[in-house]
């Protein structure tokens, strides 16, 4: 069992930034990947950004593209996920998620069912 703690959260004005960080309690294979996907009031729960963890390749939504990073870092079995240039439409739950993928490229990591570990969720508030 692998447990997420996220933490970064919280309300911001439109164009500014904003950090989540999610530490995994431990990594379970070379296959690991995290990845972040947001969930806003009435609406489905969708990808925002993922990385795999043995060669760093990092994904993300055309929505967020240009404007959040996403980043790990090894010894601290923890991701990162740089949100700049916020806009209202950003707002929502922030969700980290953790799996083991026999499969890697885009069309995995950006799946829901991919991901194995949930975190419990971060709000995010950007504000007009």
């Known amino acids: 069992q692998v447990q997420l703690v996220e933490s970064g959260g919280g309300l911001v004005q439109a164009g500014g930034s904003l950090r989540l960080s999610c530490r995994a309690s431990?990594?379970?294979?070379?296959?690991?990947?995290m990845g972040w996907f947001r969930q806003a009031p009435g609406k489905e729960r969708e990808f925002v950004a993922a990385i795999g963890w043995s060669d760093g390749s990092p994904y993300y939504a055309d929505s967020v593209k240009g404007r959040f990073t996403i980043s790990r870092d090894s010894a601290k079995n923890t991701v990162y996920l740089q949100m700049n240039t916020l806009k209202p439409e950003d707002t929502a739950v922030y969700y980290c998620a953790a799996g083991d993928p026999l499969y890697s490229g885009r069309y995995v990591y950006t799946r829901k069912g991919t991901y194995d570990y949930w975190g419990q969720g971060t709000q995010v508030t950007v504000s007009s």
């Open positions: 431990k990594r379970t294979s070379s296959r690991f990947a």
